[in-house]
């Protein structure tokens, strides 16, 4: 696997660091381009963050870092649950809105992806590990997110094709996938013990449209999609008809690992801010970081990130081992790196006074992502029952 940086790659630190190199020469002057709009807005407008994004894939891809995640026989670098979570937590400590283009997302290449056929993987993987061709995952339903069992979505079978017939609500990239893939019930009778389907259906299929494009609390600007009538070739089914949820559900503990790194590493970087902050506002002739308050905040927050990056050191460990407890231990670590960052941010605000809600500052976006992450990979919730069913509850 090539890199941009010249160290020699072999511990978690090491590729880390590589990360970090490649985002302060590749990520960094882009986004500085929009320094003034994110200061006035809080964020990079769409189109333009879209168009940027693309380019960073690329150039990542090109680095061998966007797929270095994905297996070897994929064409990816095979890299570990515990050295990518060292690399997700530098992406979120750079503090940067781009750098989510370092590895890929719910665009990219996915564990979904790892059950297709040659020909499909000639169509659809291939151009994804390029960073060339945009995917999307059409799940959420209006009534049907965590329980996945009540998708309302058809497929109907019309002799060598299929007819899928619904709508999916807050699809993350939908407005900009090349491709999605569609859970859609095949057999009702047997609910998701065999009746629901997985396809894959490009977006300029006769049919397939995009309607509202959700304006969200956090960075993302998930789509609805509509299915009208949209014929599919039998050969468009990923994985066994029936069985989506086994291609779908393919290494879901190590992406919740990568969501609870992520975001320690923008508790740390939240953690620097207020640091940086409490040292040189001062408030009653002295700096206010020698109020015990605002050192409470601080301090917390270093005691809470450190706590929570150990445990999710050992979960990613575990997930690599596969030792049994791997499951338990990422949506653990899922839960308490997300809920980590809403606690900081909640503090650097406080820290920041009045000049943390503005965006100027450019901390009260955080909050705002940490509150969306609570709810990605499954929510905290969710999590937390699936836990208590594990060790038989």
Request: net charge negative; aromatic share 8%.
């Amino acid at each position: 696997m090539s890199t941009t940086s010249t160290i020699d790659i072999t511990t978690g630190e090491e590729l880390a660091e590589g990360v970090r190199l490649f985002i302060e020469h590749e990520v960094r002057p882009v986004e500085e381009k929009y320094s003034d709009v994110i200061s006035a807005t809080g964020d990079i407008p769409a189109e333009d963050k879209q168009r940027e994004l693309l380019a960073i894939r690329r150039k990542s891809a090109d680095a061998g870092f966007y797929t270095m995640a994905t297996p070897e026989e994929f064409g990816g670098g095979g890299i570990g649950a515990e050295p990518m979570v060292h690399c997700h937590k530098a992406v979120g400590k750079s503090g940067l809105i781009l750098a989510s283009g370092v590895f890929c997302g719910v665009e990219g290449p996915s564990p979904a992806m790892f059950s297709m056929n040659e020909a499909q993987r000639a169509q659809y993987l291939d151009p994804v590990m390029r960073a060339e061709k945009q995917a999307c995952f059409g799940l959420t339903e209006p009534g049907a997110g965590s329980d996945a069992s009540n998708i309302k979505t058809r497929a109907v079978r019309d002799g060598d094709d299929w007819i899928i017939n619904g709508s999916k609500q807050f699809i993350t990239n939908g407005q900009y996938a090349d491709f999605c893939m569609v859970v859609a019930v095949t057999d009702a009778t047997k609910g998701s013990h065999g009746g629901i389907t997985l396809f894959l259906v490009d977006m300029d299929t006769p049919g397939v449209s995009v309607g509202g494009v959700h304006q969200t609390l956090g960075e993302h600007r998930p789509a609805d999609l509509f299915f009208d009538d949209v014929r599919v070739p039998n050969s468009a089914i990923l994985g066994k008809e029936g069985f989506a949820f086994g291609p779908a559900l393919k290494g879901i503990n190590f992406t919740r690992l990568n969501v609870g790194a992520g975001s320690i590493g923008k508790s740390e970087y939240l953690i620097d801010r207020m640091l940086s902050y409490a040292k040189e506002r001062h408030a009653f002739g002295t700096p206010i970081g020698k109020n015990q308050f605002v050192q409470g905040h601080i301090v917390d927050s270093i005691i809470e990130t450190e706590a929570a990056w150990q445990l999710t050191l050992a979960a990613a460990r575990s997930v690599d081992a596969l030792d049994g407890k791997e499951r338990i231990l990422a949506a653990s670590a899922k839960i308490t790196g997300t809920e980590l960052l809403s606690r900081v941010a909640d503090r650097a605000i406080q820290v920041h006074g009045g000049m943390g809600v503005t965006t100027a500052v450019g901390v009260e976006r955080f909050y705002r992502d940490a509150r969306a992450g609570r709810l990605y990979e499954g929510t905290s919730e969710l999590l937390r029952a699936n836990i208590a069913r594990w060790v038989g509850l």
